[in-house]
């Protein structure tokens, strides 16, 4: 097994006020020529916006966008047609394709929100944009991972144009849990939203993160209660 790890004060910080974003991998005004992706997972961001301010009308084409809010509601509105707030324990996605615009904003005046936004490189090139946003209970499958997205849908899991698959899952600690690549050849990031664990013999603390390839399976050691993502992409 080979692995890179990334550690959250590596990260690229951004402080715009009303926008503070933290970035794994080189996007907008920061740059390291070291991390601009993991295989096809081309950004995850962390960011927390401000009450009532956000993202003005933008586009973006040819990129799978998945966002996974934190903490808090977010405004969403695109050229598709689709309105409506997506909230902590609801996942979207945007398959860019062709092309698509949209806007994105702190849905309260009071509190700010936190969010993952993560884009991976399509497996098909310009496709019809599509919107899908879906909930999830985290707290239904403790200490075992619950699979959001993934190449093809099913019931309770959004599909991707990618062979990717995203799993989230939260873990008692002194728990172990055992992760197996979905598509051979494959690699997974992982990204630790809360806690603690150990992988490979790396600790790996809050926001930190480890991706792992040539491998077909790992183990992951929680040493303290804990929330887990794993972003599972083709690594060329």
């Known amino acids: ?34 991390k601009t992706h993991f295989g096809l997972l081309r950004v995850l961001n ?4 401000a009450p009532g301010m956000g993202f003005g009308t933008h586009g973006h084409d040819n990129m799978e966008i998945v966002t996974i809010p934190l903490k808090g509601a977010l405004a969403h509105k695109d050229s598709l047609g689709s309105i409506g707030n997506i909230t902590a324990g609801e996942v979207q996605i945007m398959s860019a394709g062709k092309g698509i615009q949209h806007s994105e ?11 993952l936004q993560i884009w991976v490189f399509p497996k098909e090139r310009n496709i019809q944009p599509r919107y899908d946003q879906m909930k999830y209970d985290i707290n239904s499958n403790q200490n075992t991972f619950l699979t959001l997205v993934s190449p093809k849908a099913a019931p309770g899991v959004m599909w991707i144009n990618q062979d990717a698959f995203f799993s989230i899952g939260k873990f008692d600690a002194g728990r172990e849990a055992n992760y197996t690549i979905q598509n051979p050849g494959n690699g997974a990031y992982v990204f630790m939203i809360e806690g ?3 992988i490979d013999g790396a600790l790996l603390l809050k926001r930190d993160a480890i991706g792992v390839y040539d491998t077909e399976s790992f183990e992951i050691e929680i040493m303290e209660n804990s929330q887990v993502l794993i972003i599972e992409v083709p690594m060329q």
């Open 196 to 198: 603690s664990a150990k």
């Open 46 to 49: 962390d960011d927390i916006i």
């Open 105 to 115: 904003f702190n849905g309260s005046s009071t509190q700010p929100v936190n969010l």
């Open 1 to 34: 097994m080979k692995k890179i790890i990334h550690r959250a004060a590596d990260r690229g910080i951004q402080d715009h006020g009303w926008l503070k974003a933290a970035h794994s991998f080189s996007f907008a005004n920061y740059f390291d020529p070291a």
